[in-house]
């Protein structure tokens, strides 16, 4: 069973930057579709964005677009999402999640605990 596991939260100014960090120590990447969620407080749950098994297709939801970036780095069987340009409103945990797929398809059957990322100054 795949087992993630978020790291690289914290706190950050409005307009800064984080990156956050998905691994697994148990199974191989290879042949998962990797995808980051957020929920704030109050709010449901949505998908930042998703990257294929391979790491060469993404998907990015609107909000996303332009200031985050998801990777893909199936030696170190890890998933990456750079955050630039932070917004309160962007303050929430963030989980990722897989699918035992070769897309993005929505239908993720494994999830981390997440990691808080607040930004506030």
């Known amino acids: 069973q795949l087992q993630l596991v978020e790291s690289g939260g914290g706190l950050v100014q409005p307009g800064g930057s984080l990156r956050l960090s998905c691994t697994t120590s148990k199974f191989s990447m290879d042949y998962y579709a990797i995808a980051w969620f957020r929920q704030a407080p109050g709010k449901e749950r949505e998908r930042v964005a998703c990257?294929?098994?391979?790491?060469?297709?993404?998907i990015y939801e609107d909000f996303a677009k332009g200031r985050f970036t998801i990777s893909k780095d199936n030696g170190r069987n890890e998933v990456y999402l750079q955050m630039n340009s932070l917004k309160p409103e962007d303050t929430a945990i963030y989980y990722c999640a897989g699918e035992q797929s070769s897309w993005c398809r929505g239908e993720y059957g494994y999830w981390g605990q997440g990691t808080q990322v607040t930004v506030s100054s």
């Open positions: 990257i294929n098994a391979s790491g060469k297709s993404t």
